[in-house]
């Protein structure tokens, strides 16, 4: 569901209709704000008519994660992207037949490699002609500077808590109170209320692990225990991980006395985002730092 972005759709649209789309894009902004949901959705009107990320699979479109590439391919992380970037150039050459264009969605473009950059340069100095590409990243400066200057930039930033209060209002049967915490933790990002809505089942498993974390264990034992419970409901689902964090920094925010675990959390919650830090190493020095140093011992 696109929502938010209504100048941006209907540019999108007018562009597509009159069959007038540049051959390559850059979608790009926080993570959450919608980007993917948005060059989804334009594959699915090129194709069908109808803007909307969900819907039966598309058959002109082709679609690269290159994080998904990088933690697959880790015997050669020098060259990963570079087969995936040539089975797009095939596929971007072959005409159209459902739609007015080929598209070709690369996901999370920041994890390419340099060398899969330079693949997909070729492919944007000569690119096909019914042929459209979308690159997705959260900051357009990752991106090599030759590659970047020929894609066409769309930043899609966040919107007001108002907007995000009536989209709630809209589309979730959620109390006004839950609401309101939803929207505080989405920062204006419709993307991160979709996936908070759908992790709603687990918020609570959430909190009460985040309880048991923060209350002082009696032994070590407990401590790597708890450690242990908490990975185990993260690895569940992908949501379950971020809204176990939002929970656990939440409830770091309240004592200043709590200041240096909150810290470790944030660069914690970084590190595993940047290059997947291990989780259960990360909490127990969280929670390391919420107990006393001399009850834990990292081993």
Known sequence: MIYGYDDIVQDLKRLADTRALAHAYLFFGEAGVGKYALATALARYCETGVFDQDGPDLQETHRIDAHELLERDDANKESVGIGSVRELEHFLYQTPIR?????????????????????????LEEPPAR??????????????PTVASRLQAIHLGIVGESAVLDFLKKYAKIQPSEAQKIARKARGRIGRVITLLAADKGRETAQKLVTAC?????????????????????????????????ELLDALSVDPADAPARRIAVEGIAAIAAYGAHKRLILKKILWAKNSPTSFSSS
């Open 99 to 123: 739609s007015p264009y080929r598209i070709g969605i690369i996901r999370d473009a920041e994890w390419l490699t340099d060398q899969a950059q330079n693949a997909l340069l070729k492919l």
């Open 131 to 144: 042929g459209v590409i979308i690159v997705i990243a959260q900051d357009a400066s990752v991106l090599l």
């Open 214 to 246: 923060l209350k002082r264990p009696a032994t070590p034992y407990a401590l790597k225990k708890l450690a242990d419970d908490a990975v185990d409901f993260m690895e569940k689902k992908p949501a379950y991980a971020n809204l176990f964090f939002e």
